[in-house]
């Protein structure tokens, strides 16, 4: 399940449940849609989510790649040491940024951000 947010100028997509390739198909076009709105500071929420296809791992390479030439990026907020490890075998976890809190990955994106909706 894809439930999606925005904080300050980010956009979140809190994922539940296992990402498969067919899931990751849908994170993609969901991050194609906020591309196309120029919406390019992305945050994964993986905090609910237990299990992630390795194989569909390379399929946010490339999402990734795309938000970085547009200024942009694509950063992994809550993810359990089980989808680290799989991130890790599979090479992915270089590529990342990755935060354990999804207020540290918002604010990861602004200096300024004071985590409250406040800005100092």
Same mark, same amino acid.
Do not use: C, P
């Given at each position: 399940?894809?439930?999606?947010?925005?904080?300050?100028?980010?956009?979140?997509? !809190?994922?539940?449940?296992?990402? !498969?390739?067919?899931?990751?198909?849908?994170?993609?076009?969901?991050? *194609?849609?906020?591309?196309?709105?120029?919406?390019?500071? +992305?945050?994964?929420?993986?905090?609910?989510?237990?299990?992630?296809?390795?194989?569909?791992?390379?399929?946010?390479? /490339?999402?990734?790649?795309?938000?970085?030439?547009?200024? *942009?990026?694509?950063?992994?907020? *809550?993810?359990?040491?089980?989808?680290?490890?799989?991130?890790?075998? +599979? *090479?992915?976890?270089?590529?990342?940024?990755?935060?354990?809190?999804? /207020? !540290?990955?918002?604010?990861?994106?602004? /200096?300024?951000? /004071?985590? !409250?909706?406040?800005?100092?």
């Amino acid at each position: 399940m894809l439930d999606r947010k925005i904080i300050h100028d980010i956009s979140v997509i !809190d994922i539940t449940g296992d990402i !498969d390739f067919r899931e990751m198909i849908r994170i993609r076009g969901v991050i *194609g849609s906020l591309i196309e709105k120029e919406r390019t500071k +992305v945050v994964l929420n993986l905090k609910a989510v237990d299990h992630i296809n390795y194989l569909s791992i390379g399929v946010l390479v /490339e999402q990734l790649r795309t938000l970085r030439n547009l200024n *942009g990026d694509l950063k992994l907020a *809550g993810m359990s040491s089980y989808l680290r490890n799989i991130f890790k075998v +599979v *090479g992915m976890d270089q590529f990342f940024e990755e935060y354990i809190s999804l /207020e !540290d990955a918002v604010q990861s994106f602004d /200096e300024d951000w /004071e985590g !409250d909706g406040t800005f100092h």
